[in-house]
């Protein structure tokens, strides 16, 4: 009798198919995802009659009510399970960081001569040199400007 016992209860172990839970196939390739993707949204579905129309509008709202609260279930268990996992959500850039200009050179109000310039040679070489003054200073003008703009360029997420 103890035997016969033994064997129902082995037979019963071993073959029940209660005991074994049937997992589902993964629906991602990363294999360690335990949700299944979402399921579709309600599609509204009218009647012929106004009455019908109504009441399957009533239905529609009832609907997309529930799956609003399924979404937001859905995405809370992601969070908790992001969460659980140890990961982060990363810094969000916004879509372009403030352009910060450089400052530029002031634009001269007039060309002022040396005092002491009386001959043409002496004026010649004072307008020169402002004249270069003016022309570096543009460039470097435009030197850090355009070095300014590049690394304003680069923070934007959208080009």
């Known amino acids: 009798m103890k035997l016969f016992l033994v064997a129902i209860l082995a037979l019963l172990l071993t073959g029940c198919p209660g005991v074994i839970r049937h ?3 993964d629906y991602s390739s990363t294999g360690d995802w335990p949700f299944r993707p979402l399921e579709h949204p309600p599609v509204y579905a009218g009647g012929n009659s106004p009455e019908a129309k109504k009441l399957a509008g009533k239905m529609f709202v009832a609907d997309v009510n529930a799956y609003a609260y399924y979404v937001y279930l859905y995405a809370k268990s992601l969070n908790n399970y992001a969460e659980a996992k140890g990961w982060r959500t990363p810094m969000a850039a916004p879509l372009c960081e403030e352009f910060i200009r450089p400052t530029l050179h002031d634009i001269p109000s007039g ?6 310039s009386r ?8 307008l020169s040199r402002q004249i270069k003054s003016l022309i570096r200073g543009y460039r470097e003008d435009r030197e850090s400007f355009n070095r300014a703009y590049e690394r304003h360029k680069s923070s934007c997420l959208v080009r």
């Open 23 to 25: 997992v589902d196939p």
């Open 111 to 116: 060309i002022y001569l040396d005092p002491g």
């Open 119 to 126: 001959s043409p040679q002496d004026i010649s070489r004072d």
